[in-house]
């Protein structure tokens, strides 16, 4: 079973940094591509795609939100994603939540990590 445990969130002021961290099992990192997603308040029913990095690590995807200001990365000794945020803002403000999806499209989500972003 796939697990994917986050941790990293908190609340801050607009303009501070954040890393956020994804840790899970060797053979899921090894074997899925990792990513995060966020979900706004107010917004339950909507997911909304930040950041992906593939198996190899060799390429990444960010949302136009995002670009320039955040950095998903992999680390492979401690099979842990991390995305790291600067230039926080408000409408930053979400639960965000760890990915996983392997080449058979088999998705798995964290229990959400949540991030407050004060103006």
């Not at 966020?38 to 390429?59: D, H, M």
């Amino acid at each position: 079973q796939v697990q994917l445990v986050e941790s990293g969130g908190g609340l801050v002021q607009a303009g501070a940094s954040l890393r956020l961290s994804c840790a899970t099992s060797t053979r899921t990192f090894d074997n899925y591509a990792l990513g995060w997603y966020r979900q706004a308040p107010g917004k339950e029913r909507e997911r909304e795609f930040v950041a992906a990095i593939s198996v190899s690590g060799t390429n990444t995807y960010y949302a136009d939100s995002v670009k320039g200001r955040f950095t998903i990365s992999r680390d492979n000794g401690n099979n842990t994603v991390y995305l790291q945020m600067n230039s926080l803002s408000p409408e930053d403000t979400a639960v965000y939540y760890c990915n996983a999806v392997n080449k058979y499209g088999t998705t798995k989500w964290g229990q959400g990590t949540q991030v407050t972003v004060s103006s």
